[in-house]
């Protein structure tokens, strides 16, 4: 095991304090904590009016790691999946307008009722396929996320990193990888995936996980409150060429209740004693 | 996708009415109701008595199709790994007396407070070899079980097929794997280390993923409650040489706040249509 360089800068996803705060609450607090970067969710962009978003966000000096999110290509029906693409354009453009590192796609899970994987993976695929062309049209990087396989139901069908891997090599120049370490920590094959994914790698996301941990979703322990040895898997990015610093997004009941003012400096510190 | 040849005897492992039945009520519920195999955990088994349980058995005629469980390998200190490993030579003694057709291994997570996923993965590899020489001398086939990788953590670091059989190579004769469509169903590499896992399948398990999941370990669902395409699962472990039937294996609150009597019936009517 290689040790890690040192760690790039922090930057905030608004989920993170999605119970408490919109995105100018998020922009203002990055800015008043110190924290240099943000990745904001579509909902809270698109409630605050993409523009006026990318406006404050500039004037703030903040860093976009990330939009979160594209995806949940698939459908049960033909227009279903077609709106579902339709929407990843202006997610596309959203990126674009906002200058995000990248787009953060959480494919999406079984059409309601189904049990067909293979072909809910096709619908990921075929819908990968058909944004490519505007996003390099607009310079936005496809970041595919692997996301843990208990979430292989319900939001993605794109499970581990070889499988990301196998995609991004298919789809080709314009995409990368979003890694988050709560969906590939557990994974055997992880180093292997990890060598193969030089050069590739989009964004690089922190949280933890918990023992136990009681939600399939939302159950996310802070950097340091659980099992996964982050910096190991931050050498083995940083060894795969990711000179960025960790995004920190955590989903979790228990941190959305208590008071953002609170919640950030603890990230500061986490992410500068234990990620 | 191949089409399953038919479906081979069903067996009640006894975790799915772990609430109500002890072994006994187990025998004499399967006798009752036309089940034709058990696969008893061990707790229920040395409540009963492993001998007088053998007996019991063999006299009801049902076949034994595993025993669960052995494993749990790593621990904090070299006293409670050699604690562990003389407690699988226990269960190796104990499914030799009951004639199990294999020792199912849930091999065992993080050892308390360690985020050291590399050297637990090694405590295990280290049991497995510590044991291999009693399991052979009693024909006892040990079955490495994949476990879903949100067990990982606290239950299991083998984690995937494919890393299962890496093991099994090592291991060499007398491993086999114990396949359940509820820890391997999501694995895009399924197919590949499907075909890899003939002849060595030991032991095949039903039940099935709900949407929503709310437990990591206690939430499974009756086959075909969920999105498990398990004649799939199934059709790929005949084509790899699997002539046996499936065992049910349920822990669920729900189900275990029910009647066995009423779960049965249930249980046979599921494993003829949707298994």
Same mark, same amino acid.
């Given at each position: 095991m290689s040790t890690a360089g040192p760690i790039g800068p922090l930057s905030l996803n608004t989920v993170t304090v999605k119970e408490r705060w919109g995105l100018r609450d998020c922009i203002e607090g990055c800015a008043r904590h110190g924290i240099p970067g943000i990745s904001p969710w579509r909902d809270v962009l698109q409630a605050m009016g993409v523009e006026q978003a990318a406006r404050q966000i500039r004037d703030a000096g903040l860093? /976009?790691?990330?939009?979160?999110? $594209? $995806?949940?290509?698939?459908?049960? @029906?033909a227009a279903g999946r077609a709106a579902n693409i339709e929407d990843n354009r202006r997610a596309i453009a959203e990126a674009h307008t906002i200058g995000a590192a990248c787009l953060v796609m959480v494919c999406g899970g079984l059409p309601p009722g189904s049990k067909d994987l293979p072909g809910a993976r096709e619908m990921v695929r075929e819908g990968l396929h058909a944004i490519m062309p505007e996003a390099r049209a607009a310079g936005v990087t496809i970041a595919l996320e692997p996301l843990h396989p208990m979430t292989c139901a319900d939001r993605s069908v794109l499970s581990t990193l070889g499988q990301s891997l196998d995609l991004c090599d298919e789809l080709g120049e314009g995409t990368g990888i979003a890694l988050d370490v709560y969906h590939v920590w557990w994974d055997p094959d992880l180093a292997r995936q990890m060598r193969r994914a030089k050069g590739r790698i989009a964004g690089f996301h922190t949280c933890d996980w918990l023992v136990p941990t009681n939600d399939t979703v939302f159950d996310r322990g802070l950097? $340091? @409150? $659980? /099992?996964?040895d982050i910096p190991a898997i931050r050498a083995m990015a940083q060894e795969s060429g990711w000179t960025g610093g960790a995004e920190v997004e955590i989903l979790s009941r228990r941190w959305w209740s208590r008071d953002p003012d609170e919640v950030l400096p603890l990230l500061k510190e986490r992410h500068e004693t234990v990620c």
């Amino acid at each position: 095991m290689s040790t890690a360089g040192p760690i790039g800068p922090l930057s905030l996803n608004t989920v993170t304090v999605k119970e408490r705060w919109g995105l100018r609450d998020c922009i203002e607090g990055c800015a008043r904590h110190g924290i240099p970067g943000i990745s904001p969710w579509r909902d809270v962009l698109q409630a605050m009016g993409v523009e006026q978003a990318a406006r404050q966000i500039r004037d703030a000096g903040l860093n /976009v790691t990330g939009l979160c999110r $594209g $995806g949940m290509f698939p459908a049960a @029906d033909a227009a279903g999946r077609a709106a579902n693409i339709e929407d990843n354009r202006r997610a596309i453009a959203e990126a674009h307008t906002i200058g995000a590192a990248c787009l953060v796609m959480v494919c999406g899970g079984l059409p309601p009722g189904s049990k067909d994987l293979p072909g809910a993976r096709e619908m990921v695929r075929e819908g990968l396929h058909a944004i490519m062309p505007e996003a390099r049209a607009a310079g936005v990087t496809i970041a595919l996320e692997p996301l843990h396989p208990m979430t292989c139901a319900d939001r993605s069908v794109l499970s581990t990193l070889g499988q990301s891997l196998d995609l991004c090599d298919e789809l080709g120049e314009g995409t990368g990888i979003a890694l988050d370490v709560y969906h590939v920590w557990w994974d055997p094959d992880l180093a292997r995936q990890m060598r193969r994914a030089k050069g590739r790698i989009a964004g690089f996301h922190t949280c933890d996980w918990l023992v136990p941990t009681n939600d399939t979703v939302f159950d996310r322990g802070l950097p $340091g @409150d $659980g /099992v996964i040895d982050i910096p190991a898997i931050r050498a083995m990015a940083q060894e795969s060429g990711w000179t960025g610093g960790a995004e920190v997004e955590i989903l979790s009941r228990r941190w959305w209740s208590r008071d953002p003012d609170e919640v950030l400096p603890l990230l500061k510190e986490r992410h500068e004693t234990v990620c």
